[in-house]
């Protein structure tokens, strides 16, 4: 099953902080691919949700870039600034927060880790 | 493997650029994605193009060039102090226009010539009425037809409110 993207474009921001806090740096494919792995496919992050995300949070300056050349293509790694990691915490401490508050309302167990 | 060659990058480019795609690092990160998906998933002596038109819709829902005005929402969002929906946008333009008059009839209450306080709200509320039909009956003409009369702001449109510009619709 995977989610509907209503559901995970709330979302987005802070899977992409969370998962360039736990990598040094990563690029856009690398991303998308990683989201796969972590959800056994639950979560397929779309191009088009994620580089003008990835876009905003560098005009935030909350991420940093690195650009390699492989041959005439530019591969762009970005990784969290220190802003970037403060605002991480707090995305990911607001979602589990959410998160808590929704399974009261709904009703749900949460699995937890 | 496959080996993506320049001829290849010329095409992605070309393509990318004559779908609406000017911004140049989204155009070099699509152009990565789009390279490391050929690499992935060809043999050497695929065909290219027919891969690339099979694999370039998953990246948008109607357009591609939906990934370039995303990407400008979001930066210019960021520089706006209001988003707002178009009904929000027309209740505001509504108290802009009526409320100077609302508040100039009650600053006029209890003037000369005024019998008693309930004569005086009386007047209010005529003088309000008269003078608000005008902008009433336009903006809801405005807001029921949006594609006669209103092509600005078309239906689903959001409405950024910044200092430059004041005023920006984002189409749906």
């Known amino acids: ?113 | 493997m496959f080996t993506i060659t320049d001829s290849h990058i010329d095409f992605i480019l070309c393509d990318l650029r004559a779908k609406g795609i000017r911004i140049d690092d989204l155009q070099n990160n699509l152009l990565d994605h789009i390279c490391i998906l050929a690499e992935e998933n060809l043999e050497d002596g695929d065909d290219f193009e027919m891969f690339y038109r099979s694999n370039i819709p998953r990246f948008y829902r109607q357009q591609l060039y939906e990934i370039e005005e995303e990407t400008l929402f979001l930066l210019k969002r960021r520089k706006c102090f209001a988003l707002l929906s178009r009904l929000q946008f027309f209740l505001l333009l509504f108290v802009l226009l009526i409320g100077p008059i609302i508040c100039w009839t009650i600053a006029t209450l209890g003037g000369p010539g005024q019998k008693n306080d309930a004569d005086a709200i009386i007047r209010a509320c005529e003088g309000g009425f008269v003078f608000s039909l005008f902008p009433l009956v336009t903006l809801l003409v405005l807001f029921l037809t949006p594609e006669r009369f209103d092509p600005l702001i078309p239906k689903g449109a959001r409405i950024l409110l910044g200092w430059r510009p004041l005023v920006e619709i984002v189409r749906p």
């Open chain 1, 1 to 113: 099953m995977t989610y509907s993207s209503e559901l995970i474009k709330g979302t987005l921001k802070t899977i992409v902080l969370k998962l360039l806090a736990d990598n040094k740096k990563m690029y856009g494919y690398e991303i998308t691919q990683k989201v796969k792995e972590l959800t056994q496919d639950r979560i397929q992050i779309t191009e088009g949700a994620l580089y003008p995300t990835l876009h905003a949070l560098e005009a935030d300056k909350l991420v940093t870039t690195q650009t390699e050349y492989i041959g005439r293509r530019v591969r762009k790694y970005y990784s969290l600034s220190a802003a970037g990691k403060t605002v991480s915490k707090e995305k990911v401490s607001e979602l589990a927060a959410f998160m808590n508050t929704m399974a009261l309302l709904l009703d749900l167990q949460l699995k937890t880790r």
